[in-house]
């Protein structure tokens, strides 16, 4: 194993300025807003167009969708239109945006006007994350300082361009993370998904046209300003270009956010002595989960550590990046005791507007409550596969889905994990828990 | 309790923000929780005249957030995660111990929380928003004791600086 460190483009201030980062002072002292004034030299089709495809930024919320495609789905002349920045961070294990609000609120407001300006907006609203109170502190303090400044209001910097942005805090809630329960939440409603077709870019926000975007995604684009799109493109691997941040925890020894190029391997960000520095008291890996609860697992043998951080290369594993959370587990963990806390909280977050989700998750928590707690019957794995079935037909990644949206689908991931590695070790639990007759 | 003079200008800069006032639900929420450490009754029927709706249409919404407190809670809200990493770093101890710990008082309310993105410092809690990682049984009391004592200072049951 190389001995791989960090690549820090949106992480560099925070570590340059650990005690002042967050300011307007320390974000202009280190090149903040420097992406802003050479974007407002180019035009909106410039940017997307041009720039950020070239770049081949994916966004960084969950799908790795390329954000230049999405925002080439608004219709054309179609206004208002408005960019929703999603900051709901919700996913299990998931720490980077918390990190980018709290330490580098400018670099974002400097992403958000980049974009609104690409896509021709002049009202953007944030989602905060309601448990995010420093975060939003930090934020709203940035966004009057970036006002005073000229970045936010009419006329920024002297270019005509005019843009608002409106902070909105959550309360509590994951499916608001999704981008129409978002939309929902945002209208002031309960936040239920929306069926979709149509999609936010056609009919989002307050029926208009709409782009939702991950903060990690918008924190990048004044970086891919600066370098130009083709420059950041030769990092990474693939159609994986860049870097990413990898929210690490559970069993290594230097848990934390760490900014790695793409095409490192699970094994360099889990071991490198710069990046995770291994298993805890020399152990070894179990199992881990990469993407966030959402994605299905994989465990410590040589080919699964070895598989490269590359959003396609991972799904052939039928896992996926997803949120670039990775949950190390050691040897003392048991399977069956992390899947059913996974089930609880896909059971709790469910919105409940659709059957097999509302339903299933919550037989999914009840039997994996009994199979971890010694209360298991041999039948169990395959009842959880069945009752995972109906929510997501054929259980195969990327899943088919019988909901509205993919939290239903989401819940499976675990059972079929368990089942996939861990089906001997379940069933020899079972057995051994079993109060002979 | 309606809202007091001041929140209620506050209460209406809020909903002029939004180019609909039924987005201002949310935030007005949480401004009723800074007010009066929960969300009443009054509360709602005020947010529903203020953004135009009706007093079942803000409690339909809100009963779906978990941070509306739609009965009354202590002063101090404790919310302990046992998420996928905290429940392998000790976060189910630290739960079980201000549970017991703090069952019978009425200034601390502990309640079991999903992942709040402090899974780097597991196992982890908010006091009131506020991030505390790291945690042991011990320590965690410890905190919720400081907050008490009012060498920490807390923010409100919304997570809002006084
Ligand atoms: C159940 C669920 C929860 C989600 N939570 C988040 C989240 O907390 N933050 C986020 O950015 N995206 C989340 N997403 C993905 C969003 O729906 C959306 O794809 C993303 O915000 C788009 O931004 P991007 O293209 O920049 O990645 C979630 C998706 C689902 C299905
Ligand atoms: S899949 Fe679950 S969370 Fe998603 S819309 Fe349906 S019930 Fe709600
Ligand atoms: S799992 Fe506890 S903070 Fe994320």
Known sequence: ?437 | MAFTPENLARAREVVARYPRPKSAILPLAHLAQDQDGWLTRDAMAEIAQLTGVTAADVLGTCSFYTMFKRDPVGRLVVSVCTNATCLVTGGPEVLEHLEHRYADDPEVTVEEVECIAACGGAPAMQVNYEFHEKLTPDTAAEVVEAYRRGELEARTVSGSRR
């Open chain 1, 1 to 437: 194993m190389a001995d791989v460190g960090e690549t820090r483009i949106i992480t560099r201030r925070m570590h340059e300025r650990p005690d002042d980062s967050w300011t307007i002072e320390a974000s202009l002292g280190s090149g903040g807003y420097d992406g802003l004034r050479k974007a407002l030299t180019m035009t909106g089709e410039q940017i997307g167009q041009e720039q950020v495809k070239a770049s081949g930024l994916r966004g960084r919320g969950g799908a790795g969708f390329p954000t230049a495609t999405k925002w080439s789905f608004l219709p054309k002349g179609v206004y208002p239109r408005y960019l929703v920045v999603n900051a709901d961070e919700g996913e299990p294990s998931t720490f980077k945006d918390r990190m980018l609000i709290e330490r580098d609120p400018h670099q974002l407001i400097e992403g958000i006007v980049i974009a609104a300006f690409a896509i021709g907006c002049n009202l953007a609203f944030v989602y905060v994350r309601g448990e995010f109170a420093l975060g939003y502190d930090r934020l709203r303090q940035a966004v009057d300082d970036a006002r005073a400044k000229g970045f936010l209001g009419t006329d920024i910097l002297g270019s005509g361009f005019d843009l608002d942005i409106v902070l909105h805090r959550g309360a509590g809630a994951y499916i608001c993370g999704e981008e129409t329960g978002l939309l929902e939440s945002l209208e002031g409603e309960r936040g239920m998904p929306r069926i979709r077709p149509p999609f936010p870019a056609i009919e989002g926000l307050y029926a208009k046209p709409t782009v939702v975007n991950n903060v990690e995604t918008l924190a990048t684009l004044p970086h891919i300003i600066l370098m130009g799109g083709e420059e950041y493109a030769k990092l990474g691997v693939g159609r994986s270009t860049g870097t990413r941040l990898f929210s690490l925890s559970g069993h290594v020894n230097r848990p934390g956010n760490y900014e790695v190029e793409l095409g490192n391997t699970f094994r360099d960000l889990i071991f490198s002595p710069q990046l995770g520095g291994g298993i805890r008291n020399g152990g070894s890996v179990k199992f881990f989960i990469p993407g966030g609860a959402s994605s299905q697992w994989l465990t410590g043998s040589d080919e699964h550590l070895d598989a490269p951080l590359d959003m396609d290369a991972v799904s052939a594993l039928g896992v996926m990046l997803g949120s670039g959370a990775v949950m190390v587990y050691d040897e003392t963990t048991s399977p069956a005791l992390v899947a059913w806390r996974l089930a609880k909280f896909f059971a709790h977050e469910s919105c409940g507007k659709c059957t097999p989700c509302r339903e299933g998750t919550g037989w999914l928590e009840k039997v994996l409550y009994r199979l971890s707690h010694g209360l298991g019957r041999p039948e169990d794995l395959d009842l959880l596969l069945d009752v995972g079935d109906n929510i997501s037909p054929g259980l195969n990644a990327p899943f088919s889905q019988t909901t509205i949206c993919p939290l239903g689908p989401s819940a499976v991931s675990a059972v079929v994990s368990l089942n996939k590695y861990f089906r001997d070790e379940v069933l020899a639990g079972i057995a051994a828990a079993e109060v002979p007759a």
